[in-house]
């Protein structure tokens, strides 16, 4: 029988550590060819957008898709998580919070393949839901003990550091200005839906890792083409997505100053197929356009935890 995990359930056993070890076997199946994903579709109308995430897992036993829509009143996401040897519908599960970490499980992940190992310091554009996620992660992921953060809105700002804080157990602290978070930094988390670069190339430290998570589309850009060009590797959650929705790297691709074989999947890193970060001294840059392998990976570990909780509503299907 098929279930319904809501937002209380996957709240009760989803935990950071979970989203990281999940996020990370979706990027080794598929850098060994045991998954399949498929870049995000959309239909749009004038008010609302439908969005599909799609994609297989088959060496976890699942396959399924994340459909979510988008209007000004709020996003509302749904997983559809089936058996990939029988297609039966094992769950449907209310996936805001699964989204939230999954997303910033991504970032942990590359940090913690492509930041220096003792980067302590981490400058985050951005104080919103999708930013909670980003620093949960690489504080977890790295040995993070000083987080500043910038915002618009200096009331959410301050109560967006102190929630982090209690969180994480790490300093989470207001930036000053823009430069304040890119300088000293020893990483970078971008977690807005700019329109124009956030920064200047020239603040940018020598052996930064950058994460950039909001530029999904051509119309959002967090990153200038300087500070794109400054990163010798760059790489990606898929070449595809990326090609298809990478907001930072499409003027450039476009304008041939960068090209898709200089694109290195984060799956290749993770086995071990490309090397990674060369020195301490290198700027690396992780593009994540986000894909559902990731979300049915988190969804198949929170359906499991949920079902030994005995939590869930069996549906009648």
Request: proline residues 4%; glycine residues 8%; charged residues 20%.
């Amino acid at each position: 029988m098929a279930v319904f995990l809501s937002e209380n359930d996957v709240r009760q056993v989803l935990t950071v550590d979970m989203a990281l070890a999940a996020v990370e076997s979706a990027h080794r199946d598929l850098a060994q060819g045991q998954a399949l994903d498929t870049p995000r579709q959309r239909s749009r109308l004038p008010q609302t957008v439908l969005h599909i995430l799609q994609g297989a897992l088959p060496a976890q036993g699942v396959i399924g898709y994340k459909a979510y829509t988008s209007n000004r009143s709020g996003n509302r996401f749904l997983v559809h998580l089936f058996d990939a040897a029988s297609g039966v519908l094992l769950a449907i599960i209310e996936a805001d919070y699964l989204g939230m970490m999954r997303t910033g499980a991504a970032s942990g992940v590359a940090a913690r393949w492509l930041a220096r190992p003792d980067a302590t310091v981490a400058g985050v554009f951005g104080s919103g839901w999708q930013a909670e996620g980003h620093v949960r992660a690489i504080c977890a992921a790295l040995p993070i003990e000083l987080v500043k953060v910038y915002g618009r809105q200096p009331e959410k700002l301050r109560d967006f550091c102190a929630r982090m804080s209690e969180a994480t157990g790490r300093r989470v602290v207001a930036a000053a200005d823009a430069e304040d978070v890119v300088r000293d930094s020893d990483l970078l988390g971008t977690v807005t839906s700019a329109a124009r670069p956030l920064f200047e190339a020239e603040w940018l430290r020598p052996g930064t890792h950058i994460n950039a998570a909001g530029s999904n589309a051509l119309i959002r850009q967090e990153l200038s083409e300087a500070a794109v060009r400054r990163c010798e590797l760059i790489v990606v959650d898929a070449v595809p997505t990326a090609l298809a929705e990478a907001g930072d790297l499409l003027p450039l691709l476009e304008k041939g100053r960068l090209h898709p074989r200089q694109l290195t999947e984060l799956g290749d890193i993770i086995i071990g197929r490309h090397s990674g970060r060369r020195d301490a001294e290198q700027l690396t840059l992780f593009e994540s356009q986000g894909m559902a392998i990731q979300d049915l990976a988190l969804a198949r570990q929170v359906l499991e935890a949920a079902l030994a909780g005995g939590l869930g509503r069996e549906l009648p299907l």
